[in-house]
């Protein structure tokens, strides 16, 4: 009986870990805008210091957890895949994703960005071998429909598409987030270890493409704060959260499912600070990109 009470206690844990995750990343795309438009940040220095609050969020994630001296036990071949993925994630998904949110309103880059299972199961049928199905060919057009729709806000036969580049870089940031959780799922290490490498590595990419660039820009106050928000919210403690989650739950499905919530709640969060008006064609997009993914996943 003790069991089956902790065993429930544990699956409880795991929905409020989840709902806060959920309701963290729905609050992105208005920060995202909010420090890149309104506050005037360039996409670099948002990024240096983002990942700078990510990077000591899991430092002391390992220093609290008694997981330090982990970091002994590592090969060179470990250290050598961290630089790999730290450079997909965060220097090279962030940088793409921060721009496309510099060209397209919120409401459609973060729907585009949204699409990644479906890039994620593209991208592993040529990398791990894996088969696709008739079912998965359906669910695929059924979401690309639905990103078609959000391009054009609506205007499918005229394809008129205000940011063509935006667009581009919104999708091709599936790709690049697709490619890391490929190349993660080979890691054995403790993920807290894993997360705090690929910052690490992904925070020297950062670090030199902006001394390269020639200009740090100190932001304002309010554009550090921003910054702060985004890496403990998008980058940091919302990784660990979910994380836990997947940890605690009986199924990981039922789990997941919470995740299609996100950008419905993202269109509120946006309606609400950004005072943005949410297209028709936006709500009807994300249906069918919600859509397509629940029956890819089903």
Same mark, same amino acid.
């Given at each position: 009986?003790l069991?089956i009470?902790?065993?429930?206690?544990?699956?409880n844990?795991?929905y409020?870990?989840?709902?806060?995750?959920v309701?963290f990343w729905?609050?992105?795309?208005?920060?995202f805008?909010?420090?890149?438009?309104?506050l005037k940040?360039d996409?670099?220095?948002?990024l240096?210091y983002?990942?700078?609050?990510?990077?000591?969020?899991f430092?002391?994630c &390992?220093?609290?957890s #008694?997981?330090l001296h =982990?970091?002994?036990?590592?090969?060179?071949?470990?250290y !050598?895949? @961290?630089a790999? /993925?730290g450079?997909l994630?965060?220097?090279?998904?962030?940088?793409v994703?921060?721009?496309?949110?510099t060209? &397209?309103p919120?409401? #459609?880059?973060?729907p =585009?960005?949204?699409v990644?299972?479906?890039?994620?199961? !593209?991208? @592993?049928?040529? /990398?791990?071998r894996q088969?696709?199905?008739?079912?998965?060919?359906?669910a695929?057009?059924i979401?690309?429909f639905?990103v078609?729709?959000?391009?054009?806000r609506g205007?499918?036969?005229g394809f008129?598409?205000d940011s063509p580049a935006g667009v581009? /870089?919104?999708?091709?940031?599936t790709?690049i987030?697709?490619?890391?959780?490929?190349?993660n799922?080979?890691?054995?290490?403790d993920?807290?270890?894993g997360?705090?490498?690929?910052?690490?590595?992904?925070f020297i990419?950062i670090?030199?493409?902006? /001394?390269?660039?020639?200009?740090?820009?100190?932001?304002?106050?309010?554009?550090l704060?921003?910054?702060?928000y985004?890496?403990l919210f998008e980058?940091?403690?919302t990784?660990?959260?979910?994380l836990?989650?997947?940890k605690?739950?009986?199924?990981?499905?039922?789990i997941?499912?919470l995740?299609?919530l996100?950008?419905?709640l993202?269109?509120?969060?946006?309606r609400?600070?950004?005072k943005?008006e949410?297209?028709?064609?936006t709500?009807?997009?994300?249906?069918f990109?919600?859509?397509?993914i629940?029956?890819?996943?089903?």
């Amino acid at each position: 009986m003790l069991m089956i009470r902790t065993y429930m206690k544990n699956h409880n844990k795991a929905y409020i870990y989840a709902a806060f995750v959920v309701l963290f990343w729905a609050t992105i795309p208005s920060a995202f805008k909010i420090s890149l438009d309104r506050l005037k940040v360039d996409v670099l220095p948002l990024l240096f210091y983002a990942s700078f609050v990510s990077l000591v969020t899991f430092f002391f994630c &390992l220093v609290f957890s #008694q997981k330090l001296h =982990l970091l002994k036990n590592l090969t060179k071949e470990n250290y !050598l895949h @961290s630089a790999m /993925l730290g450079f997909l994630n965060p220097f090279l998904y962030y940088c793409v994703i921060f721009e496309s949110y510099t060209l &397209l309103p919120a409401q #459609q880059a973060q729907p =585009l960005n949204f699409v990644w299972p479906i890039t994620l199961v !593209l991208l @592993s049928i040529p /990398l791990l071998r894996q088969k696709i199905r008739a079912k998965d060919i359906l669910a695929i057009l059924i979401s690309f429909f639905g990103v078609f729709i959000i391009s054009t806000r609506g205007d499918i036969l005229g394809f008129g598409i205000d940011s063509p580049a935006g667009v581009s /870089l919104a999708l091709g940031s599936t790709i690049i987030w697709s490619l890391f959780w490929i190349y993660n799922v080979r890691d054995k290490r403790d993920e807290i270890v894993g997360l705090f490498l690929n910052f690490a590595f992904g925070f020297i990419f950062i670090s030199i493409a902006l /001394l390269l660039r020639g200009r740090i820009q100190m932001p304002s106050v309010k554009g550090l704060l921003g910054a702060a928000y985004i890496g403990l919210f998008e980058m940091g403690i919302t990784f660990l959260l979910w994380l836990k989650a997947l940890k605690l739950a009986k199924t990981t499905a039922h789990i997941t499912n919470l995740i299609y919530l996100t950008p419905f709640l993202s269109l509120i969060v946006v309606r609400i600070v950004l005072k943005e008006e949410i297209f028709a064609a936006t709500i009807i997009g994300v249906i069918f990109i919600v859509g397509g993914i629940i029956l890819q996943k089903l």
